[in-house]
């Protein structure tokens, strides 16, 4: 149920993925515009039920339909592959392009610390690296939950601060 040319390309694709571990996603449609079968390869460490139910719900919104079955498959090197597979009742199947949901499930995977090391990046340019090894991993969870990257920018910059002669430091703020 899918071109030669297509299964070989879809094929090399993945096979570079081997070699260079990454967010992808693959779109088979069934000729008659019934259902899409998905690949989506995601990073292992980035792989969690949560991460499962908003790509799929991801899916079905964009093809309009529903969700007929999923498979993670944990695959030995450091991607998963997820097999979803989304049935449309009604209509026609709308032709989705791959790109932007690649980019979509990308923002999904995509970790507080990522947005700390994009921060840091961008606040600290080529001085940024000693922060990233410093700061990436400090913050306990319920610091993540409760305040984005650009907040912990402004608290590490209170933190840099802080030296023997100027042992506290205090910030009273209100989140918006």
Same mark, same amino acid.
């Given at each position: 149920?899918? *071109? *030669?040319? =297509?299964?070989?390309?879809?094929?090399?694709?993945? +096979?570079? $993925?081997?070699?260079?571990?990454? #967010?992808?996603?693959? &779109? %088979?449609?069934?000729?008659?515009?019934?259902?899409? *079968?998905?690949? &989506?390869? &995601?990073? =292992?460490? =980035?792989? /969690? /039920?949560? +991460?499962?139910?908003?790509?799929?719900? $991801?899916?079905?919104?964009?093809?309009?339909?529903?969700? *007929?079955?999923? #498979?993670?498959?944990? #695959? &030995?090197?450091?991607? +998963? %592959? $997820?097999?979803v597979v989304i049935w449309k009742d009604d209509g026609p199947m709308p032709e989705v392009a791959e790109e932007p949901l690649e980019t979509a499930i990308e923002a999904i995977v995509r970790t507080w610390q990522d947005s700390l090391r994009d921060e840091l990046r961008h606040h600290y340019g080529a001085d940024a690296k000693p922060f990233v090894a410093k700061y990436l991993t400090a913050f306990p969870a319920g610091y993540e939950e409760n305040n984005a990257p650009e907040r912990a920018i402004e608290d590490i910059r209170r933190l840099e601060r802080l030296s023997p002669d100027n042992p506290v430091g205090i910030d009273f703020f209100r989140s918006a």
């Open positions: 149920q899918i *071109s *030669s040319d =297509r299964l070989a390309e879809i094929a090399q694709e993945i +096979v570079k $993925l081997e070699l260079m571990p990454r #967010t992808r996603i693959f &779109v %088979r449609r069934d000729e008659f515009g019934r259902f899409a *079968s998905i690949l &989506v390869y &995601v990073l =292992r460490e =980035r792989f /969690t /039920t949560e +991460v499962r139910q908003r790509i799929c719900n $991801l899916l079905c919104e964009a093809f309009q339909g529903h969700l *007929s079955e999923f #498979t993670p498959v944990f #695959t &030995v090197g450091p991607l +998963v %592959r $997820l097999q």
